[in-house]
């Protein structure tokens, strides 16, 4: 069975797969004060949560975008499961043909994601991670990853305006009822979720129009479920393509 975690800046997604099936996902949040032994006793714990035992985790592999909470999870994972895990980094087959000015620069999450859609989607291909940020990459045929756009995320951009703006209520991001909001929580809630919508649908727009061509249109991440129901694009959910990417890439790169 294969540990795979993902950690990005708001949660630590971890989950379990046996041949190509994820038995089991689950989130726990990134806190950039927490030990190697409290990430440890969590993980642990988690797949405890879910019947599953270190004596049935055969390997790991990990990605990453948050440094100083890497090695704290490295190291729990480490003394959990008593083995080293494989490190979404330079140095991984991956597959991709990178076309941007430093590869090194593309975060892991945007790799693990182009790998895992690429298995099941034929280029050209416009991926969104809606989290912490919305990402936008391209991948053109031949694997080219062309690069993209990073924005803020729904949530992010949320806390900031409620943090700068001292009479705006907090809200919860639900489904605007309407575009043209009667009271104040309505009119954010439409500016959040209609207005990252539109937004969307206005890049996906100006990048194709960059191509020359369209593409298939792939979301996933947190938000993905509420906001590309209302993009004007058919736009296909896929909620586990980090998972599936890590484990393609750690069969990729496991040594026989």
């Known amino acids: 069975m294969l540990l795979a975690i993902d950690i990005g800046n708001t949660n630590i997604v971890i989950g379990c797969i046996r041949d190509d099936e994820i038995l089991?996902?689950?989130?726990?949040?990134?806190?950039r004060t927490r030990t190697s032994d409290q990430y440890g006793v969590e993980i642990k714990n988690m797949l405890e949560a879910f019947g599953v035992s270190k004596e049935d985790i055969d390997d790991c592999i990990i990605s990453?975008?948050?440094?100083?909470?890497?090695?704290?999870v490295k190291t729990g994972v480490i003394k959990v499961i008593g083995k080293q895990p494989m490190v979404v980094?330079?140095?991984?087959k991956t597959g991709l043909n990178i076309h941007i000015e430093v590869p090194s620069q593309v975060g892991s999450d945007r790799i693990v994601i182009a790998v895992a859609a690429l298995a099941e989607y034929k280029a050209p291909l416009i991926l969104m991670d809606l989290g912490t940020a919305t990402t936008i990459e391209v991948v053109e045929p031949k694997n080219i990853y062309m690069g993209g756009a990073i924005i803020p995320g729904v949530k992010t951009a949320l806390d900031a305006l409620i943090s700068k703006a001292a009479q705006l209520p907090g809200?919860?991001?639900?489904?605007?009822?309407n575009v043209i909001g009667r009271n104040t929580v309505d009119c954010i809630r439409s500016g959040m979720m209609f207005g990252t919508a539109a937004m969307i649908d206005g890049m996906i727009d100006r990048m194709e129009e960059e191509l020359g061509h369209s593409s298939t249109l792939i979301a996933t991440g947190g938000m993905a479920q509420f906001i590309a129901p209302l993009?004007?694009?058919?736009?296909i959910?896929?909620?586990d393509l980090l998972l599936k990417g890590l484990n393609l890439l750690y069969k990729k790169n496991k040594k026989a």
Request: proline share 14%; glycine share 6%.
């Open 24 to 31: 089991f996902k689950a989130r726990i949040a990134t806190d």
């Open 64 to 72: 990453s975008v948050v440094p100083p909470v890497f090695n704290s």
């Open 89 to 92: 980094g330079p140095g991984l």
């Open 171 to 177: 809200i919860s991001l639900e489904q605007p009822r």
């Open 231 to 235: 993009c004007k694009h058919p736009i």
């Open 237 to 239: 959910l896929e909620k």
